[in-house]
């Protein structure tokens, strides 16, 4: 059972945004590419382990002392807790002295640093609240197209071939719960934050963003407008006006959280919508007005 279900990294949500309303450099490209790939390998893991009778807790972004961990899938068995980190790696890469590379030799961050020292996070975390489960960490290679070179195997290390194996070793596990599991689950979930500080975005604000509807299909900027649908010119795509107009107006609070919503704002963010009573009649009605008439904004 996911007692928490993985939700779309705020990170890759805002990427996704910015990859049409602002010029990403060829680095940020790279970045929300390796998040998507990141996220996708993450989702295709999931799938394999929804029918677990046991708690999963997906996406969880936890403190110890000053430091922040991240950890991708929790399942709490019985008599223990897995530690879980999905890596969608492509290519060949290998384990040399110690380091991570590519095959090229070129270094990358070592996963396993990583894993350990989220494994030793989190069991001082759990101590602290005095559970005293053992901690069993794994990194799931889970990419196809991935392979690693190493000295000797790893038990840690899942490799592509050693997933279903994996996955099968899972569903046997001993996964009779009681009271105690469940609150240790509510407890890992009360304490999940839901903004990482460390997270890095590409610089963005609101006067170089590009305003407009954008199809809700392709992301194109180029759409017609007629008394109640908005039609893709791109690729034909047709959505009521009021539904653009809303999913265009979360975008907007997903990249400004902080902005005042108000009639004038959302016509020039809209740009494309040429009665400013259209689209007050569209907040009002989806939104709470705040204030008189002629300063309000919605909530
Ligand atoms: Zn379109």
Wanted: hydrophobic residues 35%.
């Amino acid at each position: 059972m996911f007692k928490k279900e993985r939700p779309i990294p705020p990170e890759l949500v805002k990427l996704r945004i910015l990859n049409y309303r602002a010029k990403l450099t060829k680095k940020e490209k790279l970045q929300l590419s390796n998040k998507e790939k990141g996220y996708a390998g993450e989702l295709e893991f999931d799938c394999l382990i929804r029918d677990l009778d046991t708690l999963v807790i997906n996406e969880l972004l936890l403190e110890f002392g000053e430091t922040l961990f991240q950890i991708d899938t929790l399942i709490i068995f019985y008599g223990r807790i897995y530690l879980i980190d999905i890596k969608y790696y492509e290519g060949e890469y290998c384990y040399e002295d110690g380091l991570f590379k590519t095959i090229a030799g070129s270094e990358k961050k070592d996963p396993m640093l990583q894993l350990n020292r989220c494994h030793s996070e989190l069991r001082q975390l759990l101590q602290k609240y005095r559970y005293n489960y053992p901690i069993d960490a794994f990194l799931v290679f889970n990419n196809p197209q991935f392979t690693l070179f190493q000295p000797s195997p790893n038990p840690q290390i899942i490799l592509p071939t050693q997933v279903n194996s994996f996955i099968k070793k899972l569903y046997k596990m001993p996964s009779k719960l009681s009271d105690v599991h469940h609150k240790l689950a509510d407890l890992l979930i009360s304490l999940h934050k839901t903004e990482n500080p460390y997270v890095r975005l590409p610089k963005y604000d609101y006067d170089t963003v590009e305003k407009g509807i954008t199809c809700g299909s392709c992301h194109s900027f180029d759409v017609s407008v007629s008394r109640t649908k908005i039609a893709c010119k791109d690729c034909g795509c047709e959505e009521l006006v009021e539904v653009a107009v809303l999913r265009n107006v979360e975008e907007l609070r997903i990249l400004f959280p902080d902005i005042r919503i108000t009639t004038n704002l959302i016509f020039e963010w809209c740009k494309v919508i040429d009665s400013t009573k259209m689209i007050r009649r569209i907040l009002k009605k989806n939104f709470k007005a705040i204030g008189n008439t002629k300063n309000s904004y919605y909530e």
